[in-house]
């Protein structure tokens, strides 16, 4: 964890909630995105609810529906319930089940005063990032188990869909995935097939079970013979994860491009930079930074295009299926000037230029129907603690207060009319 930060206080949403509220109030918010810790409702995993714990999120809600917000409320952001990690986590089968019973737990207290219900969120990050790089919680390098807790995720997503339905009738349910857009470096086939390795990696090992049932080959292939991998499938769990969903959630922030790692040397003479070295030596995949390019303080290239791309993509690959944007936004280097302002402009360019990219997709037949900025609030951003602010919204550690940054301001008329403007309105 940087600098040995931890999640103890952060934003302090939990007592300053109706400060919060009042915050989305001011900018007439019409929808907001929140998570249920399962920790919080249910600390060992399993057994009865923490009543306080439900009994936040009931007032949460409560204050959304008064000030005509939309309650999207996520299950699944990551964190699992120590007992229950101690027992094996997602690599074991057992806790997508435990998964379903916290869900009855959840929608048994909020039901239809939550418009949607989002089952996971980024599931390839904790799973991938938590068990196979070690760059999250638990910490492992274990590829097999990476493999097998991708399927048993998609398993607790495929049992929490019938109890939401149970429960919530008149709500949505649906998942949301972080997915991106890999280009490769040159059209050398070498680098065509490590884009094509990086996709299936992030992006079609996910898509294809949600909506398709089944596995992509190419993926099966690559992770064929890890132990425990991908045999912990069952009969009848694919056709389960594959239940109809109302929307897909898409959390974008930035393309990659992409060379196979044996050509380097090529990469260099091309005029890329090698940014950063491989998370997973397996997919023999090298990503590049093209020189010149603007990125955000996590390193990340700013290209709204390929928001629009990945849209297109998904639609024409995977159906016409409502698409909300559950997250996109930027990390950037704000400070409090001597006036007391947070002048992010940066900020406000990176959100008009997708919200555009999100027009364009709906122009080419996409059907958006939602766009959630990441972040609301500062806030602690997992193993990165406290080093880099996403939010619109300044908070102050350790008092907690809040400052509107420019961000902030730029976006309540955007809301407003429901449109950015391409020439008044850019900082």
């Known amino acids: 964890m940087w600098n040995g930060d931890t999640g103890d206080i952060a934003c302090d949403h939990y007592h300053r909630v ?28 399993k057994g009865p609810a923490n009543q306080a714990g439900l009994d936040f999120y009931r007032r949460l809600v409560v ?28 690599v074991v089968r057992d806790t997508a089940e435990r998964f379903a019973d916290y869900v009855e737990l959840v929608v048994r207290t909020l039901g239809d005063d ?16 938590g068990y196979g790089s070690g760059h999250q919680g638990p910490g492992e390098h274990n590829l097999g188990h990476a493999a097998a807790a991708t399927h048993h995720l998609l398993l607790a997503h495929a049992r ?22 890999f ?3 040159t059209d050398h086939e070498e680098d065509v097939a490590a884009a094509r390795r990086a996709d299936g990696n992030l992006n079609r090992l996910f898509l294809e079970p949600s909506f398709r049932g089944r596995y992509p080959v190419d993926m099966l292939e690559h992770y064929a013979g890890l132990e425990p991998g991908f045999s912990v499938v069952r009969d009848g769990d694919l056709e389960a994860v594959a239940a109809p969903l109302d929307f897909l959630g898409v959390n974008y922030y930035f393309p ?3 060379m196979d790692v044996t050509r380097r040397a090529e ?62 936004g930027a990390a950037f280097d704000d400070y409090v000037d001597p006036n007391g302002r947070v002048l992010d402009h940066e900020r406000e360019r ?69 449109a950015v403007a391409l020439t008044d309105d850019a900082p």
């Not at 005509?68 to 986590?89: F, K, M, N, V």
């Not at 949607?116 to 799973?127: A, F, G, K, Y």
């Open 18 to 45: 109706d400060e919060d509220l009042e915050l989305m109030g001011r900018l007439d918010v019409r929808s907001y995105r929140f998570s249920v810790s399962w920790p919080r409702v249910q600390p060992d995993g």
């Open 63 to 90: 204050g959304l529906r008064a000030r005509d917000i939309e309650p999207t409320l996520t299950l699944y952001h990551w964190d699992l319930t120590q007992p229950l990690a101690d027992e094996g986590g997602w």
């Open 350 to 418: 990176y959100l008009r230029e997708h919200l555009v990219a999100v027009h364009d997709a709906i122009a080419a037949g996409v059907r958006v129907e939602g766009y959630f900025v990441w972040s609301l609030l500062v806030n602690f951003e997992w193993s990165l603690g406290y080093s880099r602010r996403f939010g619109i919204v300044w908070v102050d550690y350790p008092t907690g207060a809040r400052l509107t940054k420019s961000s902030y301001k730029w976006y309540a008329p955007v809301i407003a009319r429901n």
């Open 256 to 258: 990659g491009t992409v």
């Open 183 to 185: 280009r490769p470096g």
């Open 114 to 129: 939550v418009a949607r219900w989002i089952t996971v969120n980024e599931p390839w990050c904790s799973l991938w990032l």
């Open 267 to 328: 990469a260099r003479a091309a005029g890329y930079r090698v940014a950063v070295h491989e998370q997973f030596p397996d997919l023999n995949v090298l990503s590049l930074e093209t020189p010149g390019t603007d990125t955000t303080s996590m390193g990340w290239e700013v290209d709204a295009s390929g928001l629009t791309e990945l849209l297109v993509r998904v639609t024409h690959e995977y159906g016409d299926l409502p698409i909300l944007i559950t997250e996109n």
């Open 160 to 181: 929490a869909v019938p109890v939401v339905r149970a429960g919530a009738p008149s709500s949505q349910v649906g998942i949301t995935l972080n997915l991106s857009v």
